[in-house]
């Protein structure tokens, strides 16, 4: 029998029977049933997998759930309070940064992950900082500004 | 970005270890095990409906009656949009018109005005990141004048929707969107003559319908829109010739909506098929061969079988298991014991032309070919410069980042699919025909899908899923791994163009014979005005399955084309704006030529070391662009660099201006990756790089500044924007590189290892 894990996600504790060796992706889709981070390549290259783990972003899908230990997770669906969007998400709505949306979730915390790091960063900042995560459709000039233009709020609501 | 060799590898890999650190413990469910698609018995073998755009109508066609659709809403006004008479001349060349024919209920859409007022919109289209959704709920609040945030649209579900063909060619927007417009027109009508009635007004015109309401601004009364049906059902049917709202008075349309199920996505909320899950759900995984037409010699299942909760299928060739969860069914896959018989030599991707070649049927020395003109070996012999030159493209892959996924269920006899696919009736036509039941017993459903390009037309997941569903007696999930992704569905077909022209020294074009083995026949006509003209599309034997693509041959055919107009504007020494517009009378073609060099700036550019600027223009599908570009060219390194790229596009009235950019910009970006870099890699029946890591497409530092420039044409139809955008990124980069660097590039890729040498290895 698989032995029985802890795992803080989303500010709630989970207590889940599974391998140490299964991905932190699938325990979140599978076990969780938190779906909003995806499957895109299973090898850490295209970012639609990504999550915070402890504050910083990773691939959930080459992350063994067993390397997690108490470490807080974050996923898409605990970045709203409530019916408040997060800036990030706000600003991928106003940018209409996305066409499929399958990207989406990963886009949003991989670039959670760069405003925590560096609050207002330049363009080509961005560009870098997400590199690794891939939008198919080719929205990345729109989710560079959606990036920039969250990092413009944050900075407004952290000035008053 | 600093690399020459562009293998997708290094750049991501840098930033997966900056952010992860993990170790590969991950769950591809890597098999390496892989396989022709599966020949389950009984399905036809024939899974491409698009090679080379022709398709076969269906046999039957199972639609709902009309008595069917409106038991499913309830009272309100109703509208019915019957297409007997307003086939489209695509519809007839897709074979599509003695189908709809042949029905007994042709109806395209319909709509509902429920009596709390929310509207309800009926359509076969489905939602693949286009943003169909949103501009289709636009057109609808155009014509009804009610607010966006009142429509629904139930898109390609089988058992709600009329028929439809399915979502590709760019017919969703000039098709589609008419026939939802002269609905939302019809109920608009519908509403103010009951109010009419109900106040006793005589004239209709003195009602108003604003926001929902309509409005007797006289006596100040005023109704919802759901209030004045009184309980009744009333249905009315239309023909496809209601008059329409004119592009110049557009209030809703024509202005930037944001996506209407933008909140589902940023929140993770919404579930593509892949996120789907049934109570009882099985994890299915199909057994692949380990190469291309190998068959399976034995198999030995006891071991998988022995595993608890494991349900293996053989079925034919086609072996698969389902699991509780992905890796138990994993594991039970490579528990499998196949032993596989692999069959004899076949192409790579190092001898693929010459096979395209050597197995071509027409010798195109015939007369025939669109747009067959005058006598080519008499324009040769008038010309003072003649040309002959060859041009191929790679097979690509769509590599959409949502792979294929279905959740089939069976309820009795009754069999469910939700699926991505941009052909639900197809879909379902497809698991009719495996099953060897009735259409009217499945149904197929597709949530809002994470993308396709032309890349989801086909049903072999959704049947693998219902063929493991059947035998587990339980609802099965089935989601292909990226490698079966880049390995079993389809590709964008390779191919060669030969190109024999003549021009004379004041730049009359006098002779163009032009000839694609294997692409397509998309935009092969040349667009140029020449006396002599042949043009031949050559079929060959794929050693590989190919289909349908984002433009399809567009893309190639225009590449080759206007790589050569290039090529020959550099023989007679002319510019190469100006040589293209001296042989060019389409003015919609010229009008974005010129409006794309304006922005860009091309008379002005000043030349510097290294730099070069190329253009490009085309149209397909209704759709007009014209791209030019600035690259720079690092000769020690042969690094090429794409500066900046201005790209003027034109599709008639423009619906959605920010959804419209948002697919010309991306459009653009798809076709970098299929214009630098993007190759399949082949070998004895084996993709080679069917990974992230071994294939390369567009990243965020990979994309220039993009200037996109559209040109609304109020007083022309809507035509679809999602494809032609794309067909002119590549032979504007490869004309740019010649300017640059002095090197011809005449193959897609052009530069997937940097610019190595004259001649493009």
Redesign the interface.
């Known amino acids: 029998m698989a032995p029985i894990l802890e795992i803080h996600v989303n500010g709630r504790l989970h207590r889940i029977q599974a391998d140490p060796a299964k991905s932190l992706l699938a325990v979140l889709r599978e076990d969780l049933d938190l779906t909003g981070a995806k499957y895109g390549c299973g090898e850490g290259q295209c970012g639609a997998c990504t999550v915070l783990l402890d504050g910083r972003a990773v691939r959930s899908c080459i992350t063994p759930v067993g390397s997690v230990g108490a470490r807080p997770v974050l996923t898409i669906e605990g970045l709203a309070s409530g019916d408040a969007l997060h800036p990030l998400q706000q600003a991928f709505l106003d940018e209409n940064a996305m066409q499929c949306g399958y990207c989406t979730p990963g886009m949003i915390m991989a670039a959670l992950d760069l405003l925590q790091r560096a609050p207002a960063p330049a363009e080509d900042e961005v560009r870098r900082a997400l590199q690794g995560n891939i939008c198919r459709c080719g929205t990345y000039p729109r989710i560079v500004r959606a990036v920039l233009r969250a990092a413009g709020t944050a900075t407004e609501a952290g000035n008053e | 970005m600093s690399e020459v060799n562009g293998r997708?590898g290094s750049?991501?890999?840098?930033?997966?270890a900056?952010?992860?650190?993990?170790?590969?413990?991950?769950?591809?469910?890597?098999h390496g095990a892989v396989a022709t698609h599966v020949i389950v018995p009984g399905v036809v073998d024939t899974l491409e409906p698009d090679r080379h755009e022709l398709r076969e109508a269906p046999r039957y066609r199972f639609s709902l009656s009309r008595r069917q659709f409106l038991g499913t809403v309830g009272a309100g006004v109703v509208v019915l949009v019957v297409v007997r008479d307003g086939l489209s001349l695509d519809e007839q060349e897709f074979g599509e018109a003695e189908a709809l024919r042949a029905s007994a209920d042709p109806i395209g859409a319909w709509l509902h005005i429920g009596e709390d007022g929310a509207v309800t919109v009926f359509t076969g289209k489905v939602e693949?990141?286009?943003?169909i959704r949103t501009s289709l709920t636009q057109a609808v609040a155009e014509e009804l004048d009610v607010p966006p945030s009142s429509i629904t649209l139930i898109m390609g579900d089988t058992d709600r929707v009329p028929y439809d063909a399915g979502t590709f060619g760019s017919r969703s927007t000039p098709q589609m969107g008419t026939q939802l417009r002269r609905a939302a027109a019809a109920a608009r009508a519908t509403l103010l003559r009951l109010a009419a009635d109900r106040w006793e007004v005589d004239d209709v015109a003195q009602l108003e319908l604003a926001a929902g309401r309509v409005i007797h601004r006289a006596s100040g009364r005023s109704a919802g829109i759901g209030e004045l049906t009184g309980g009744r059902k009333l249905v009315e049917t239309i023909a496809a010739d209601q008059p329409l709202e004119p592009a110049t008075r557009w209030t809703v349309a024509g202005t930037?909506l944001?996506?209407v199920?933008?909140?589902d996505?940023?929140?993770?909320?919404?579930?593509?098929a892949?996120?789907m899950?049934l109570p009882g759900m099985l994890v299915g995984k199909v057994l692949r061969p380990p190469s291309f037409g190998a068959r399976l010699a034995s198999l030995d299942t006891s071991a998988a079988e022995a595993i608890p909760g494991v349900v293996v299928v053989r079925d034919g060739e086609f072996v698969g298991v389902a699991a509780p969860?992905?890796?138990t069914a994993n594991r039970a896959l490579a528990a499998l014991r196949a032993e596989w018989e692999t069959t004899a030599s076949h192409p790579s991707h190092r001898n693929v032309f010459e096979h395209l070649r050597r197995t071509a049927s027409g010798s195109g020395n015939g007369r025939g070919g669109p747009g067959a003109r005058g006598d080519i070996e008499a324009g040769l012999a008038a010309a003072d410069e003649r040309l002959e030159a060859s041009y191929t493209a790679a097979y690509i892959a769509h590599?959409?980042?949502?792979?294929r996924a279905a959740l089939a269920q069976w309820e009795g006899d009754k069999l469910t699919v939700w699926t991505g696919t941009q052909r639900p009736f197809g879909v379902r036509a497809e698991l009719a025909r495996a099953f060897r039941i009735g259409e009217e017993r499945v149904r197929v459903i597709v949530p809002?899908?994470?993308?396709a390009?032309g890349g989801k037309h086909t049903g072999e997941t959704a049947i693998e899923a219902a063929r493991l569903a059947k035998a587990a007696g339980r609802p099965v999930r089935l989601?292909w791994?990226?490698e079966e992704e880049f390995t079993w569905a389809y590709f964008r077909p390779a191919g060669i163009v030969d190109i024999r022209s003549g021009v004379r020294r004041d730049g009359t074009l006098t002779a163009w014979d032009f000839h694609n083995y294997n692409s397509g026949a998309a935009a092969i006509r040349t667009p140029y005005e020449v006396a002599n003209a042949r043009t031949v599309f050559h079929p060959a034997d794929s050693p590989l399955r190919q289909g349908s693509y984002r433009a399809l041959a567009a893309t190639f055919n225009n590449f080759a084309r206007e790589t050569h107009m290039d090529e020959l504007a550099a023989r007679v020494g002319m510019d190469p704006l100006a040589f293209r517009l001296q042989n060019l009378r389409d003015a919609r073609l010229r009008a974005v030529l010129e409006a794309a060099a304006e922005r860009f700036g091309w008379g002005r550019w000043q030349p510097s070391p290294g730099r070069g600027i190329g253009l490009a223009c085309g149209v397909e599908k209704g759709g007009y662009v014209a791209t030019c570009a600035e690259v720079a060219v690092e000769r020690s390194s042969g690094q090429v660099r794409v500066l900046r790229i201005v790209q003027a596009f034109e599709c008639g009235a423009i619906v959605n201006p920010?959804?419209l950019r948002?697919?010309v910009?991306?459009?653009?970006?798809?076709g970098l990756g299929g214009a630098l870099w993007e190759a399949i890699e082949f070998e004895d029946g084996r993709i080679l790089n069917p990974?992230?890591?071994q294939y390369r497409?567009?990243?965020?530092?990979d994309?220039p500044p993009?200037d996109v420039v559209l040109l609304d044409r109020k007083d022309l139809p809507s035509a679809g924007a999602g494809e032609t955008p794309i067909i002119a990124v590549a032979p504007a980069i490869g004309n740019a590189i010649f300017h640059a660097a002095g090197v011809r590039l005449r193959s897609l890729p052009l530069v997937p290892y940097g610019l190595r040498a004259p001649g493009n290895p």
Request: charged letters at 30%; zero cysteines; a neutral charge.
């Open positions: 997708a750049v991501a890999t840098d930033a997966a900056r952010i992860g650190g993990a170790d590969s413990a991950n769950e591809r469910g890597s693949v990141g286009q943003d930037p944001r996506k199920k933008g909140p996505i940023v929140t993770g909320r919404h579930r593509y892949s996120d899950r969860d992905e890796a590599v959409p980042l949502e792979p809002d899908t994470g993308s390009y989601v791994t990226r920010d959804g948002n697919q910009e991306g459009a653009l970006i798809m990974r992230l890591s497409v567009p990243r965020f530092t994309v993009i």
